[in-house]
T-cell receptor
Framework: DAKTTQPPSMDCAEGRAANLPCNHSTISGNEYVYWYRQIHSQGPQYIIHGLKNNETNEMASLIITEDRKSSTLILPHATLRDTAVYYC??????????????FGTGTRLQVTL | DTGVSQNPRHKITKRGQNVTFRCDPISEHNRLYWYRQTLGQGPEFLTYFQNEAQLEKSRLLSDRFSAERPKGSFSTLEIQRTEQGDSAMYLC?????????????FGPGTRLTVL
């Protein structure tokens, strides 16, 4: 799986949009971009994933650049409960031995009042 | 609650003892994964099962570690002769099998402290 690079930490004011960047310059054509988050003392939680197109769900939006070498996770209206470590993961299709998730150290997002 | 469950949530043991953790996946999920997470790091893959078959094991899974999923439902992870370096959060996740991209659902983890 391709390697990802994320800033170690970010701050965001409550109610504002949180934009979390991720670089994945070595991504292959069959690799998806996944985002998970981990709130303190809990297991990771799936947020969103995408291949080429931008994606949106009830939690967040995922913007992938046209060359697919980077992406941005957007939390449109951050709340204190969004304080967590956010992991950007690049992963091939869910087949055979390509099933595991390879986590980096993620971005620690602190949402403040 | 129909999510992934893990027991116990916390385990404190003395070095050299054996410990066993249990994971109950979401009922219709045929894939089950084990990860380990140390302080300040992201989770690291240990092994995964499709039904009862163990299909991949990480080099992190030393001979002292063994995982089973005998009936393709719950799984156990055993660590023999624990060492202080085994202290970590052990996470279990499950997913369905699909030709496309699917998400893994994680349990709350078992925190192991080896004294």
């Amino acid at each position: 799986d391709a390697k990802t690079t994320q800033p170690p930490s970010m701050d965001c004011a409550e109610g504002r949009a949180a934009n979390l960047p991720c670089n994945h310059s070595t991504i292959s054509g069959n690799e998806y971009v996944y985002w998970y988050r981990q709130i303190h003392s809990q297991g990771p939680q799936y947020i969103i994933h995408g291949l080429k197109n931008n994606e949106t769900n009830e939690m967040a939006s995922l913007i992938i650049t046209e060359d697919r070498k980077s992406s941005t996770l957007i939390l449109p209206h951050a709340t204190l409960r969004d304080t967590a470590v956010y992991y950007c993961i690049v992963r091939a299709l869910n087949t055979g031995t390509a099933s595991k998730l390879t986590f980096g150290t993620g971005t620690r997002l602190q949402v403040t009042l | 609650d129909t999510g992934v469950s893990q027991n116990p949530r916390h385990k404190i043991t003395k070095r050299g003892q054996n410990v066993t953790f249990r994971c109950d996946p979401i009922s219709e999920h045929n894939r089950l994964y084990w990860y380990r997470q140390t302080l300040g790091q992201g989770p690291e893959f240990l092994t995964y099962f499709q039904n009862e078959a163990q299909l991949e094991k990480s080099r992190l899974l030393s001979d002292r570690f063994s995982a089973e999923r005998p009936k393709g439902s719950f799984s156990t992870l055993e660590i023999q002769r624990t060492e202080q370096g085994d202290s970590a959060m052990y996470l279990c996740a499950s997913s369905i099998t699909s030709g496309g991209a699917v998400e893994q659902f994680f349990g709350p983890g078992t925190r192991l402290t080896v004294l």
